[in-house]
């Protein structure tokens, strides 16, 4: 967990000076191998990756959409799987249960910034500590494999805890990463990487 910056900086900021980030820069983070897409096709192998939006720098280990000006057909679907992608795992946030969990999340700490730091820490230890005893019960939001649809999760029907007892630098892409997303890009818009069922 990374607690303790300011309010009014960016998510591309805050991520740059994040323990995170600098384990995924020096490729310290025991991410799997990279892999080929398909065993069924002879594509390059591909970094594991986190997906995010224009605030963040495109890097190997972290894709973002195309600019949005000027898209081929095939940046369009590529920039639509990355925000499919970055819209499952907003639906799922850890942040949106913990605050359902906590309520104080609802509304700014009135404390200390170093008190503040410690309540977030802890809420963030006990939420953990919950998902590991219910994690039969609790579960995240899925969606429906063949209308792409949100399918809420059990954790949107748990009640609060209160009622039983919230600047980048260095912007530029790297070589790889751009090819990265180019064959990202290459393989949404075929046959063997198109989603059933949906049209672009």
């Given at each position: 967990m990374?607690?303790?910056?300011?309010?009014s900086?960016?998510?591309?900021?805050?991520?740059?000076?994040?323990?995170?980030?600098?384990?995924?820069?020096?490729?310290?983070?025991?991410?799997p191998?990279?892999?080929?897409?398909?065993?069924?096709?002879?594509?390059?192998?591909?970094?594991?990756?986190?997906?995010?939006?224009?605030?963040?720098?495109?890097?190997?280990?972290?894709?973002?959409?195309?600019?949005?000006?000027?898209?081929?057909?095939?940046?369009?679907?590529?920039?639509?799987?990355?925000?499919?992608?970055?819209?499952?795992?907003?639906?799922?946030?850890?942040?949106?249960?913990?605050?359902?969990?906590?309520?104080?999340?609802?509304?700014?700490?009135?404390?200390?910034?170093?008190?503040?730091?410690?309540?977030?820490?802890?809420?963030?230890?006990?939420?953990?500590?919950?998902?590991?005893?219910?994690?039969?019960?609790?579960?995240?939001?899925?969606?429906?494999?063949?209308?792409?649809?949100?399918?809420?999760?059990?954790?949107?029907?748990?009640?609060?805890?209160?009622?039983?007892?919230?600047?980048?630098?260095?912007?530029?892409?790297?070589?790889?990463?751009?090819?990265?997303r180019?064959?990202?890009?290459?393989?949404?818009?075929?046959?063997?990487?198109?989603?059933?069922?949906?049209?672009?």
């Amino acid at each position: 967990m990374d607690v303790g910056a300011i309010g009014s900086e960016s998510d591309g900021g805050v991520f740059a000076q994040s323990r995170l980030s600098e384990l995924l820069a020096t490729q310290q983070a025991n991410l799997p191998q990279p892999e080929a897409l398909s065993r069924a096709t002879n594509r390059s192998p591909l970094h594991y990756f986190l997906v995010g939006d224009d605030a963040f720098p495109l890097r190997n280990y972290l894709m973002k959409p195309y600019p949005r000006w000027c898209l081929t057909k095939e940046e369009r679907i590529y920039n639509y799987r990355i925000s499919r992608a970055r819209r499952t795992v907003e639906n799922v946030n850890a942040f949106g249960i913990l605050a359902n969990r906590f309520r104080v999340f609802h509304m700014a700490i009135c404390l200390r910034p170093d008190r503040a730091e410690a309540v977030v820490m802890a809420a963030c230890v006990l939420h953990n500590r919950i998902i590991r005893c219910n994690s039969s019960r609790t579960q995240g939001d899925q969606e429906a494999p063949v209308t792409h649809e949100l399918i809420p999760g059990s954790w949107r029907n748990d009640p609060p805890l209160g009622d039983t007892f919230a600047s980048m630098t260095g912007n530029t892409a790297t070589r790889i990463a751009k090819e990265q997303r180019n064959i990202l890009k290459d393989y949404f818009a075929s046959p063997e990487g198109s989603v059933h069922g949906k049209r672009t």
